[in-house]
């Protein structure tokens, strides 16, 4: 009996190593649009992405339970560099991102869509939302929050 179990564990094991770690969904980077402002020379880049945010908090204000509410993150590449949006992170299952996928130029503006889903929550909620880009520093934070109230 110990020994079956054994076997089950290995076989599980080895399905996770096999499937863990496949990439194969996603795209790659070009390497020349991910780069360190600084070399090992001492020397600084040039052309460096910067992402701002012409607002990095929304308010929803009052939510009644069950709503589903989204704001657009406006924000600008103000650096020299592309800017490249890796990926966008939430801290619960309850906000969605929509982002833009590419290149984006020095001075172009786009903007981050982020919709809060209000089911099953009630009370004050306080969600972040992690951007992750190719400029310095690489990740920034954006906020949300709700008061969720019951119908």
């Known amino acids: 009996m110990r020994k079956r179990y ?8 080895a399905a996770g190593l096999f499937t863990g770690c496949n ?6 980077l070009p390497s020349d649009i991910v780069s360190n ?20 908090s929304h308010d929803f204000g009052q939510v009644i339970q069950g709503e589903v509410v989204s704001y657009h993150f406006k924000f600008e590449n103000t650096g020299t ?14 906000t969605v991102t929509d982002f833009p996928e590419g290149v984006i130029k020095p001075g172009e503006t ?10 099953r929550r009630r009370g ?9 880009t190719n400029a310095q520093p690489a990740e920034t934070t954006l906020k949300i929050k709700a ?4 119908p």
């Not at 054994?6 to 599980?12: E, G, K, S, T």
């Not at 004050?124 to 992750?132: D, E, G, I, S």
């Open 6 to 13: 054994l076997i089950v564990l290995v076989l599980f094991l």
């Open 23 to 28: 990439n194969s969904g996603k795209e790659k």
């Open 37 to 56: 402002p600084n070399s090992a020379k001492g020397q600084k880049e040039d052309k460096q992405p910067k992402i701002t945010f012409k607002k990095s």
């Open 81 to 94: 560099g592309d800017l490249v949006i890796a990926d966008v992170s939430s801290s619960c299952g309850c």
């Open 110 to 119: 786009r903007s981050l869509e982020v919709t809060f889903d209000s089911d």
């Open 124 to 132: 004050f909620q306080n969600k972040t939302v992690t951007v992750l």
């Open 147 to 150: 008061k969720v109230v019951t």
